[in-house]
Nanobody, 117 residues
């Protein structure tokens, strides 16, 4: 079983940057055997997939954040990152990390990102 802990959120001015981290721990897993996803829950909207990196390293970014956000994976540190740049007010929300392999899906507790004007 894998446990996920997100960190790196906070209060930032519009145009600023944050690097979100998702650290995985547990037994009998390999980070590069799993698919990794960053979602966000913004006020008044449903949870949105922001970025993904598959087990083979293929990345994808939602159109709403393309050119501003990047996802990366550090296998040695069992950590997946979401680099967020040029943040906008509408990026405010709770960001969640999700890991999947087969039918198994694990979520972290989320980290709050608040963008101020």
């Amino acid at each position: 079983q894998v446990q996920l802990v997100e960190s790196g959120g906070g209060l930032v001015q519009a145009g600023g940057s944050l690097r979100l981290s998702c650290v995985a721990s547990g037994r009998n897993f390999r980070i590069n055997a799993m698919g990794w996803y960053w979602y966000r829950q913004t006020p008044g909207k449903s949870r949105e997939l922001v970025a993904a990196v598959t087990s083979d390293g293929t990345t994808s970014i939602a159109d709403s954040v393309k050119g501003r956000f990047t996802i990366s994976r550090d296998n040695a540190k069992n950590t997946v990152y979401l680099q967020t740049n040029s943040l906008k007010l509408e990026d405010t929300g709770v960001y969640y990390c999700n890991a999947r392999i087969g039918l198994l899906s694990t979520w972290g507790q989320g980290t709050q990102v608040t963008v101020s004007s």
